[in-house]
């Protein structure tokens, strides 16, 4: 059974960091594209980052470029999401996803398996 488990989540300051964790786990995501997406109360779920599971190729949404990171440890099959200078917009909850489909990353319904999300609270 696959499973998507993101931690990570929690209250912070305008502009601190925060660092989130999805466990991948069930099968291999070799060849996969893993994505995370983000939904705030009352907006529609937004692209924020996709890596490559095989290469490394990495892609960002114009609202989080230049300060968030994604990466991937192929050993824990775990992928991260670095988020530093957070603004109280960043404020959501925080999905990781896996995509068969290399197409079209910024879509969330190519994607195939979601974990169950982790709040993220910006303050100002």
């Known amino acids: 059974q696959v499973q998507l488990v993101e931690s990570g989540g929690g209250l912070v300051q305008a502009g601190g960091s925060l660092r989130l964790s999805c466990a991948a786990s069930g099968r291999t995501f070799r060849g996969y594209v893993m994505g995370w997406f983000r939904q705030a109360p009352g907006k529609e779920r937004e692209f924020v980052a996709a890596?490559?599971?095989?290469?490394?190729?990495?892609r960002y949404g114009d609202s989080v470029k230049g300060r968030f990171t994604i990466s991937r440890d192929n050993a824990k099959n775990t992928v991260y999401l670095q988020m530093n200078s957070l603004k109280p917009e960043d404020t959501a909850v925080y999905y990781c996803?896996?995509?068969?489909?290399?197409?079209?990353?910024?879509?969330?319904?190519?994607?195939?398996?979601w974990g169950q999300g982790t709040q993220v609270t910006v303050s100002s």
């Open positions: 996803a896996a995509a068969r489909s290399l197409l079209g990353v910024t879509d969330s319904s190519l994607y195939d398996y």
């Open positions: 890596i490559w599971w095989s290469g490394g190729n990495t």
